[in-house]
């Protein structure tokens, strides 16, 4: 039976710190979001220690701001849920020492929540009729998984990528052909003046029967293409590069998640991560799975890149089931779904 519930949730895994406060699963009544992406732009990618200290700084401005949002007392929460892992294990302990101090202080449940499954479970926040068994496309800046849900807490990771994720190969490309940080929303944007099929580059599929992944190959080829024509004094085309790069990322992505929906024979994909936001990503996974009558479901673009109401979703569940963690609840920076 369906208690109510009154979940804070609160995310600081990287370089966003973020929290929500969701009512009965459905009802999203504030979704803060302080990004740092600015402090961290001018050294090209996320500095650890910036990271964790900016955490540190706003992360009580950004829950205050939650809470007010929402017009929820600190009395009327029924549990905070924090994610505990993957990510910077500097950032992760801020975020799990707050929610800490603050659940002890309010007396209630603290819920350690795995960010991986917060991006996912943010579909049911969206879409509450999703139902199981569904297969997730898991892709953002740190991971590149597929995962088939059969029941909530009951999952098998059917791939994984053996090098770098979709969002990281996309960052370190962006970084090359020097457009800002991210640099998978840069790439989007500069593709939508290029030619996708102007290079050839590598669809590193790997065993033919294998859904993993493998894209620092892809990334390399970009490198090798850019410096050979340097040498030759040739200057390529930016707006060409990204839009080759981005289909060929594109192209891995849809082809693995066609051969694990043949596999598995489930009629449901799930969208998640940062990298979900992709333009591209979307419409071809749409196009294909319309034709196979396959159900698609994707977050909107807020709710693909972190945020707090993914935690407080996940949360949410962990609530009905009575699954809380202890108060020695700890950072796992290398916690995996598995
Ligand atoms: O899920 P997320 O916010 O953080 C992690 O958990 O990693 O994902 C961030 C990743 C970055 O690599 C970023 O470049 C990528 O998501 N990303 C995109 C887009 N928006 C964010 N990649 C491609 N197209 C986008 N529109
Ligand atoms: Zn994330």
Redesign the pocket.
Known sequence: MKKDSCILGIET??D?TAAAVLVNGTELRSNIVSSQIRTHQKYGGVVPEIASREHSVHLIRVIDQALAEAEVGFGSLSAIAVTYGP?LVGSLLVGVAGAKAMAYAAGVPLIGVN?LEG?IYVNFLQHSDLEFPFLALLV????TNLILFKAHSSYEVLGRTRDD?A??A??KV?RTLGLGY????H??KVAMDGNPTAFDFPRATLEPDSLDFSFSGMKSAVLNTLNSAKMKGIELSTPDLAASFQQAVVDVLVRKTLLALERTGVHTLVLA???A???L?RQSLARELDQRQVRFVYPS?EF???NGAMIATAGHYHYLKGDFSPWTLNAIPGLSLS
């Open positions: 895994s990287c966003e990510g960010h991006h953002s800046g740190g991971h994720a969002g990281e996309l960052d962006a991210p640099g998978g929303p790439i989007q991560g940062g990298v936001a992709n333009g990503l673009p693909c890149t972190d």
